[in-house]
């Protein structure tokens, strides 16, 4: 028998019995247990086997900084890798130890994640005696305070080891303040809360467990784990300390324990973690654990590395009946699957080194002190800088750090508790050994058994191999043994790593440094970071006002950017081909409309808003009459094609311009670049209009008709409403506008409506249309209509690298302007290069021969390897009006090449295509006046 | 060796790191070339100029730790998949070298071809995959395109229903592309350039260039004044101010770029899956650890470190692709300095400082080029010319138009 | 994530921004007249400091309105903010860009 649940005490509720399920065992702990104090109460403590080498591996803390007894969570839902100290018990848990990795659920996690915003002034991290000080202090003042804690409630070292404070036993302290705290309106306590992250201008994120502890009780939709976002003033770190272990052989053993979680699992889990016990020790902290556990029962042994140790811990370890042994190291921890003894050895006086002969101690449980690292991971992230404090051998603060405040065992003892005792939990100074030489004998086997990092199965002899092989940088060690970059990320092992290669170097730890501590400070659920950013909420979906009319309609989506656009309106049975064939038929026979009201419009007025779409525009845009529209092309500085569209001027003043889709935020802000930063002097508004305005073009040879129909109040005939004109018009009785424009080079007006009334209108269409055949048509029939016409679209026929002249929109550029944005560029030798790619129609060989999108152009059917590329196919289909597939492509010097024979090469497939004017269908322009 | 112990975890050892590895001198007063940088690039670079062309008086300085700023940093994922000719040139070339590099070095790198995939999402991204996978193979680079089905069939844990935000469309797939051990690769660099006499040294900031009409004579350090006969520029995202001692204005903008593992876990994910649409980089290391990329932060940026809503978005975009990643833990964020260029190609180039040679604005690509770049650097600062490979990477290129522009070629990055 | 503050709204989260690059980068007088060396310095090359940098960023989320910023590369720090047209603020240690 090693460990046992004691019949009385601790902070557990015994009336609240939890079944769980350890490795296939039915076991019972209680509520306020871990899965650690949970299994060691049951007498387990052997968890797991070691990742490298297959040891064993046992309980070795009680809180985050666990380094051995990792488990695999199996039920409620599979959860790889937690240590088993920071699970808290809960019924139904069933777990398992593992070796080394973790294990993800093969199904969808069904619990739900959130997050949360909290501004405070003060934030306090840690709630044990500095941290609740402080809180109450600023939380009297009025000062909005955020007080966080990992643990289930407050408390923090006094619930574990049961100091008093105020001459009060801790836990009744700790609670008093809650009370307080609790009862203030400025106030909020989060416990089972981690703070993981310290970012800029007091940013600091946390991570809320919220349900796991709850069980089946837990409120259906509860999020599970929250990720609280605080922005404070000032954060007040006061996270305490970890015990520090010894690398000394065979000190990875199951029943090896650091003397503080001892102590921990007997106050506060009343969990006696051994009988026969022995306390390996380098300073006087560890004493309290001691007399706590011979109290308890246990009988005990303290081997202290120290010659001597202060009177009257010296006296009341006498009178307790503890023996001490001064002086000595434990050199090896005896046993296989557990410790059952210890060697012991004398050493010279402040030397590592044994001399003399060893004795053996039995044991069934061996504590280990090497002193305490201030935890200070979270300062560090906020970019405090540490030093190296010789007294107590650990890196300590050395910085002041705006808005950061460090609180320990001063705002401790100045709330009054009491670090005189000499066994009480206090800062000693501690003398520094890292690592016990090996036994002379060779007790510890063949190899070297002394971890200095446990759960990387990283020892000594691999620490002095990695200096030996000439690295002098604790990264380099890092590196090379995987020493501090298991699950606890060097929590315990990384000063001792230091402590080692100080040694053998020669240097001090000061001079060696420690690496870096990186956010999080423990880890943090991908889910958990994930929040409810998932699924449809990942990323907003826009859709335009007629959209109910598409989805009840079955039309297919296409997402374009943020919007779902509709792709085609497939018949029952119908696939996407044949779809857009009736589709683009209708509209080059008949009559069709389609929903373009996801066009990016943005209205740009005010006494200077020409001359400032003339600098926007390549073409000329103060020249265009009002109540006229013009195409019009944008460009970066580069010369490259930007975006294009449509400017309508609708006032002297006032101009309504049109983007693409994808680039209506992007062009408005760009407006509003030049508008603000270079040209402030102009007077010019812009602001986007796109969602204000539904827009639908009706095309096709009788779109007339159903227009008139529509707008009787316009005179709709080619003489009156001439092409690229705009009206005003009642659009079945609503007010609106209606622009000739066309996109297919069919007769086509594009009716604006406000977004209000766009499916009504849209639905007035379809009713006008009937008669006449009108069929709904998505983005595909769209490019269709467009691609046998030639014009090209930004983004898919052109990738950034293409200037206007490349398009063959050489004609959209003005050569009067003095200057635009892109004009000078054109100057370049490099975009003047004849052989630059132009934009160009492919037309197979044989008709019924489809052209990929992405295939690239080779001047040959033969292909060697590397095989020059002329270019590429941007957009490829098959035209019901030219009887043939088709494509767009771009070609170097493609002009220049008219009539050639070229090759068309996708995937393995090679198409004999003929180069071709861009333009195949209705070169005259005869069919967009209907 | 790698670990076969019943009971440990498999494939959870990493193989040992040779007893001996570099010196670690004192600088010397001369050297016939100084590389400024002791990263993957310089200390590759030094390894090619001493065994490919006999320059063996050769020092890399480097103001930290050995290939301690992106090398140590970068998510280690390899292929040569780019969109124009110069850029698959260097990259093919590069990953050519990676195929015997183990043998080379005589070093375990780790180097595990198992296929990277570059999803897409949309429409466009299918035709600029499309046409990307058509460039490469007419290239020689093996690339083909996989639908829906089959980018499950190479990783079965991607979430391809067609219900979600942005479905998975398809792929490009490249077989031969895949991941190494990072610190394994600069190592074994450092190790073989050791060998052959050159000197590494560490703590050692370069802080002016010495430069006597016209050309480079030495380079000032916070180590003493070090003469040399060509000094070669390979300090990543420290570029800018290190050209600046000479002088030389670089189209650069040094970024943040994030990156994070896991816990160690069980195999899940057999290959690499990239996704520009939504941001995602993935593949699950040696040990167990799944390595991902987030976004690049905006702003210019020397930190090491990015803003933690970058994490964020990262985690919610990895888990609509891998839903069974969300009770995986992030377990160890970091940063690095990533040079980017305006067209997002490397600079590889000759200066008007006779002796002065520069390789920056490798973006994210730096890692995957590591060989090509040290053997064609080496060339041009041999020859004192152009390397065939690098020829299109002129610092000159910004000054005449003709860029090799990755950006707006929809290339993924990384 | 950065506290920004914008000179017209005050304090706000980083993620309300866009960045934009270095400031007081005229576009030229006279285009046409520069030289391709001059035309591509304006195109492409731009300062990229360790430490104070003056820069432009854009309030997307906010007020929608550009303006300049002291930031240290180094530390993130935001050391000034201003408006656009106005001179960079002359700060200990900086160099002030036109």
């Known amino acids: ?13 015994r009336g609240a019995p939890l079944a769980f399920r350890w490795a296939g065992t039915d076991l019972t702990g209680y509520q306020g247990d871990t899965l650690a104090s949970a299994l060691l109460g049951a007498g387990i403590d052997t968890i797991g086997s070691s990742v490298r080498l297959g040891r064993p591996r046992g309980i070795t803390s009680a809180g985050t900084e666990e380094s051995t007894a990792l488990v695999q969570i199996e039920k409620p839902f599979p959860e790889p890798m937690l240590p088993a100290t920071t699970v808290e018990l809960a019924e139904g848990l069933a777990a398992r130890g593992i070796t080394g990795q973790g294990r993800l659920a093969d199904r969808d996690d069904p619990a739900r994640y959130d997050a949360r915003h909290a501004h405070a002034d003060l934030l306090v991290v840690g709630a ?29 070292s006094l619930l574990d080891y049961g100091e008093t404070v105020e001459g009060v036993p801790g836990e009744q302290w700790a609670a008093g303040v809650l009370a307080e705290l609790a009862s203030l309106p ?31 009780a837990a409120r259906p939709g509860r999020s599970r784990e929250r990720i609280w976002r605080i922005r404070t003033t000032t954060t007040v770190i006061a996270t305490g300390g970890y015990e520090r272990p010894i690398a000394f052989a065979n000190n ?16 506060r889990y009343a969990v006696l973690a051994g009988e026969s016990v022995v306390l390996f020790t380098t300073n006087s902290t560890a004493y309290g654990a ?95 800088t540490l030093a190296f404090d010789e007294r107590l051998q650990a890196f300590v603060a050395a910085s002041e750090v705006r808005g950061f405040e460090l609180a320990g065992l001063a705002a401790a003892e100045s709330a009054g508790y009491d670090p005189a005792d000499p ?100 880890p943090v659920g991908f889910a958990a970071l994930a929040g409810a950013d998932r699924g ?81 525009y390549t073409n000329l845009m103060s020249s265009l009459k009002v109540g006229s529209i013009r195409y019009g092309v944008m460009c970066g500085p580069d010369g490259m094609v930007k975006d294009d569209g449509t400017v309508i001027r609708l006032a002297e003043e006032r101009f309504l311009v049109t983007t693409t889709t994808g680039n209506a935020a992007a062009i408005l802000d760009w407006m509003e670049e030049w508008l603000q930063t270079e040209w402030p002097d102009l007077r010019v508004f812009a602001a986007s209009v796109t969602e204000q305005w539904v827009t639908i073009p009706v095309v096709g040879p009788l779109s007339r008709a159903v227009v008139q129909q529509l707008a009787p109040g316009v005179d709709a005939s080619a003489a009156a409403f001439p092409f690229m004109a705009t009206r005003d018009a009642v659009i079945a009785g609503v007010d609106g506008r209606i622009d000739r424009i066309s996109f297919s080079g069919e007769l086509a007006f594009e009716l604006n409506v406000p977004a209000w009334y766009g499916q009504a209108v849209w639905e007035a269409v379809i009713a006008a249309g009937e008669q006449h055949g009108i069929t709904p048509y998505g983005t595909e029939t769209m490019h269709v209509l467009r691609a046998e016409k030639g014009y090209p679209i930004i983004g898919q026929d052109t990738d950034g690298t293409l200037s206007p002249h490349d398009l063959g929109l050489g004609w959209a550029v003005s050569k009067k302007k003095p200057d635009f944005i892109g004009k000078r560029s054109f100057a370049r030798a490099e975009n003047t290069r004849p052989d630059r790619r132009h934009f160009v129609g492919l037309l197979p060989v044989d008709p019924e021969e489809s052209i990929p999108e992405g295939a690239q152009i080779i001047a040959s059917r033969e292909v060697t390897i590397p095989m020059p590329m002329l270019g590429h196919v941007t957009s490829g289909y098959r035209s019901a009006a030219l009887g043939s597939h088709f494509a767009l492509a771009l070609i170097s010097a493609g002009r220049d090449r008219m009539g050639e024979r070229l090759f068309a090469w996708s995937e393995g497939r090679v198409i004999a295509v003929t180069v071709t004017d861009s333009v195949l269908l209705d070169k005259e322009g005869t069919r967009r006046d209907g | 060796m790698l670990d076969t112990t019943p009971g440990t975890a498999p494939g959870a050892a990493l193989p040992d790191h040779p007893d001996f590895l570099w010196r670690n001198p004192d600088p010397k007063k001369v050297y016939d070339v100084v590389i400024v940088g002791g990263g993957g690039h310089g200390i590759a670079t030094a390894y090619y100029l001493a065994s490919r062309y006999g320059i063996t008086n050769v020092a890399v300085l480097e103001k930290g730790w050995l290939a301690g700023g992106n090398m140590a940093r970068n998510t280690t994922i390899i292929r040569s998949n780019y969109l124009w000719d110069e850029s698959s040139g260097i990259y093919e070339h590069s990953l050519k070298m990676w195929e015997g590099l183990e043998e080379d070095l005589g070093y375990p790198l780790l180097f595990s071809q198992r296929g990277v995939l570059n999803l897409a999402h949309s429409l466009q991204d299918v035709r600029d995959s499309k046409r990307r996978v058509n460039a490469n193979v007419l290239n020689g680079v093996d690339a083909e395109w996989v639908d829906a089905d089959g980018v499950k069939e190479l990783c079965p844990i991607v979430n391809i229903s067609p219900d979600v935000r942005y479905p998975v469309l398809g792929a490009t797939y490249q077989p031969r592309a895949g991941i190494a051990k990072h610190d394994y690769v600069a190592w074994g660099y450092a190790r073989a350039a050791s060998a052959l006499g050159v000197d590494l040294i560490q703590n050692c900031e370069v802080t002016g260039l010495d430069v006597r009409g016209g050309r480079v004579v030495g380079v000032q350090t916070n180590r003493g004044t070090i003469a040399a006969g060509k000094v070669a520029l390979a300090a990543a995202g420290h570029s800018s101010v290190v050209a600046g001692f000479a002088g030389i204005r670089l189209p650069l903008q040094s970024h943040p770029l994030q990156a994070l593992v896991s816990e160690l876990l069980e195999p899940v994910h057999p290959t690499v899956v990239m996704s520009n649409a939504v941001h995602v980089y993935v593949s699950q290391a040696h040990k167990g650890e799944l390595v991902m990329g987030a976004g690049v932060d905006s702003y210019n940026g020397f930190g090491q470190r990015g803003a933690f809503h970058i994490i964020e978005r990262q985690m919610s975009a990895a888990i609509e692709l891998f839903p069974v990643f969300a009770r995986a833990h992030l377990l160890r964020t970091w940063g690095g300095i990533v040079d980017v260029t305006p067209d997002a190609s490397p600079i590889v180039s000759l200066t008007d400082v006779s002796g002065l040679y520069l390789n920056c604005g490798w973006g994210t690509g730096g890692f995957k080029a590591t060989p090509g770049v040290g053997d064609t650097f080496a060339a041009t600062i041999a020859n004192d010319a152009p390397h065939p490979l690098v020829a299109a990477f002129t610092l000159d290129r910004f000054r005449t138009g003709a860029l090799v522009d990755e950006h707006g070629a929809a290339a993924v990055a990384h | 994530m950065q506290l920004i503050e914008c000179p017209n709204c005050g304090k706000r989260e980083e993620i309300e921004f866009h960045y934009g690059g270095q400031a007081h980068i005229a576009y030229p007088e006279d285009p046409a007249a520069t030289t391709d060396h001059e035309w591509s310095d304006y195109l492409f090359f731009r300062d990229n400091p360790k430490g104070p940098f003056a820069e432009r960023w854009y309030h997307g989320g906010g007020c929608r309105r550009w303006f300049n910023a002291v930031r240290d590369t180094t530390s993130y720090r935001f050391l000034a903010v201003y408006q656009p047209g106005e001179r960079m603020p002359a700060l200990p240690g900086t160099r002030v860009t036109r």
């Open chain 1, 128 to 156: 044990g005696p500095a941290g609740l000080t402080a809180a109450l202090a600023a939380a009297r003042t009025g000062e909005r305070v955020i007080l966080a804690d990992d643990d289930i409630r407050v408390g923090g």
């Open chain 1, 252 to 267: 990875d053993l199951p029943g090896v324990m650091l003397a503080s979680a001892a102590h921990t699992y007997l106050h």
């Open chain 1, 1 to 13: 028998m090693t460990a046992r649940r004691l019949p009385t005490g601790g902070s557990i509720d």
């Open chain 1, 536 to 616: 449809e909420l990942y990323d907003p979906i826009r859709v335009t006002a007629i959209h109910p009319w598409h989805l009840a309609h079955g039309a297919e989506f296409e997402n374009v950017g943020q919007w779902k656009r509709p792709w085609y309106y497939p018949l029952p049975g119908e696939s996407l081909d044949e779809a857009v064939l009736r589709e683009s038929i209708a509209a080059r026979t008949m009559v069709a409309c389609m929903d373009g009201s996801t066009l990016g419009k943005i209205d740009v007025r005010g006494a200077d808003a020409a001359a400032f779409l003339d600098l926007l």
């Open chain 1, 186 to 216: 400025n106030v909020r306590v989060l416990v089972r809360t981690t703070v993981f992250g310290i970012y800029d201008d007091g940013f600091v994120l946390a991570v809320e467990h919220r349900s796991d502890h709850l069980g089946a």
């Open chain 1, 423 to 522: 066994f009480a939990f206090a800062l000693h100074p501690v003398e520094g050994v890292w690592s016990i030489p090996l036994p002379a004998d060779g007790d510890a086997g063949g190899s070297d058994t002394r971890f200095v990092d446990v759960q990387r199965d990283v020892t000594v002899s691999e620490i002095l191999r990695a200096t030996g092989a000439g690295l002098r940088s604790m990264e380099h060690v890092k590196r090379y043994t995987t020493l501090g970059t298991a699950l606890d990320q060097g929590k315990t092992s990384g000063l001792l790593g230091s402590g080692v290669v100080a040694q053998e170097l020669g240097i001090s730890v000061a001079e060696l440094g420690t690496t870096t501590f990186r956010p999080p400070f423990s």
């Open chain 1, 290 to 384: 001691a007399r706590a556990l011979v109290a308890a029962g246990a009988r005990l042994t303290i081997v202290d590395t120290r010659p001597e140790i202060p009177a009257g811990l010296d006296s009341g370890c006498r009178n307790l009946g503890i023996e001490v042994v001064t002086g000595h190291h434990v050199v090896t921890a005896l046993g296989t699957d557990r410790v059952h003894g210890v060697t012991i050895a004398p050493r010279r006086a402040g030397g590592p080194h044994v001399a003399g002969a060893s004795a053996t101690i039995d044991c069934d449980l061996l504590l280990v002190s090497g002193g305490w690292n201030p935890v200070l991971h979270l300062f560090s992230q906020a970019r405090g």
